[in-house]
């Protein structure tokens, strides 16, 4: 799925946006949703629509020294169209790259101002003759509309799960695709699978994105429960997670879990107001219970906005451990029932039961007892699962397992807040 995506030019806005929801159309049923330019969202207004066909720099010689054909990178996404002939050193004003990486090119933008200009390798750079160069970018900007997918599914509560991701960059795989393509399979899994919570998966341009999704749901935003934002999930580096702004939501208790018993190191960093769409699900004003998974944090690899976070730098195995965490993350989340312990006064007799005699031949050293005794004493309908796996200091899946057992033999009953 990401090798399909890599070579579309997404941005904000544009065809690169709607083919790459359309090739997710092929896997998940997304639904489109197209919102006018000029549409006021909050404090923003949806930008006109930018498509590009094509982009070069061409020295006297007709020679190209830069071609959006080859990398569309090259291009200063959101350029305006021009068709000029200028110096080098007039060209030079135009002209990105990264002299610490010469043979990597820089992605950069700009949205909200009008600009044009070209990304490069350095090591190209340096090699540029003096003389008159042709600039042509065939692009256009113009009015139209932002598009945005979404998936709901319906399960059997209203409170929702939002798993959010941004999808406006264009060659780039850890930043943007990697988020892409997990919420994808994660969508599919979900939409076949029996679940209690219903579940919200967006797939938008960053920052206008959320922001017009916001504007537009904002009543719908008191039925999200728990949101993840999801990114930067491909490479080789341990998993991160930032916490939401309120801190000690369920979200960031569940995933810190789940991360803390993975068996493998992993980081944990509090919610500031930089980053990804986070910034606009945890604003004031709406403060949701929304963290964000990633691996290694963006900004903090030298591949990050450049030329080299391309296919050969996510992993499958990354991207399959970050899919396998973030579906424990989800079953945690639907099994975190309050069970009431219909027979508190004393322990219930779990021998005539017969249940340490189920349980004793598939745990050593006595786990699964400690975890019954665990549940039964902490089911008073004031404590989750996972609560009881937090006191306790055991897993969650040994906690469930126990619970499971204590409510098939009618020792609990569900009493879910
Ligand atoms: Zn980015």
């Known amino acids: 799925m990401i090798e399909e995506l890599y070579p579309l030019c997404r941005s904000i806005t544009g065809q690169g946006l709607r083919q790459t929801l359309q090739t997710l159309q092929r896997y998940i049923p997304l639904r489109m949703h197209e919102v006018p330019s000029g549409t006021q969202v909050f404090d923003w207004t949806v930008p006109r629509e930018w498509n590009i066909r094509d982009a070069y720099v061409r020295n006297s010689r007709g020679e190209k020294v830069i071609d959006f054909r080859k990398s569309n990178l090259h291009v200063l996404n959101y350029s305006i169209p021009v068709h000029l002939v200028m110096t080098l050193e007039k060209l030079k004003e135009h002209l990105f790259t990264i002299p610490e990486h010469p043979d990597w090119i820089p992605y950069k933008t700009s949205y909200y101002k009008e600009n044009w200009g ?7 750079y340096l090699s540029l003759e003096d003389g008159e160069y042709e600039v042509f970018i065939d692009s256009s900007l113009e009015n139209g509309s932002l598009t945005y997918g979404e998936l709901y599914v319906r399960g059997d509560e209203e409170s929702e799960v939002l798993i959010s991701c941004h999808a406006c960059h264009p060659s780039l795989c850890n930043d943007n695709l990697s988020g892409v393509a997990l919420a ?4 599919q899994w979900i939409h076949s699978a029996a679940r209690r919570y219903s579940y919200r998966f967006l797939f938008i341009p960053g920052t206008i994105g959320a922001i017009t999704w916001l504007a537009r749901n904002e009543e719908n935003t008191r039925k999200i ?40 190191t992993y980081g944990v960093v509090d919610f500031d107001p930089y980053g990804y769409d986070e910034r606009q699900y945890c604003s004031p004003g709406f403060d949701l219970p929304v963290g964000r998974l990633s691996r290694t944090p963006y900004g903090t690899y030298p591949e990050y906005h450049t030329s080299a976070d391309n296919l050969q730098f996510i992993r499958p195995e990354s991207l399959g451990e970050s899919f396998f965490r973030i579906a424990e993350i989800l079953f945690l989340l639907e099994s975190n029932h309050v069970y009431v312990n219909v027979n508190p006064k004393c322990e219930p007799q ?15 050293g006595g786990v699964n007892e400690l975890a019954l005794l665990w549940v039964l004493n902490l089911s008073d309908g004031r404590h989750t699962l996972l609560d009881v796996a937090e006191k306790s200091g055991l897993e969650f899946g040994v906690i469930y397992e126990a619970a499971n057992i204590l409510y098939d033999n009618r020792l609990l009953v569900i009493r879910d807040a």
């Open 118 to 124: 070209f990304c490069m390798r350095h090591r190209d």
């Open 184 to 187: 994808a399979l994660l969508a």
């Open 225 to 264: 429960k728990h949101g993840l934002v999801l990114t930067g999930l491909g490479d080789s580096g341990a998993m991160t997670y930032k916490r939401s702004r309120r801190g000690d939501a369920d979200i960031d208790r569940v995933v810190l879990h789940v991360l803390k018993h993975a068996g493998s």
């Open 350 to 364: 779990l021998g005539k039961r017969g249940i340490y005699r189920n349980t004793g031949g598939r745990v050593s």
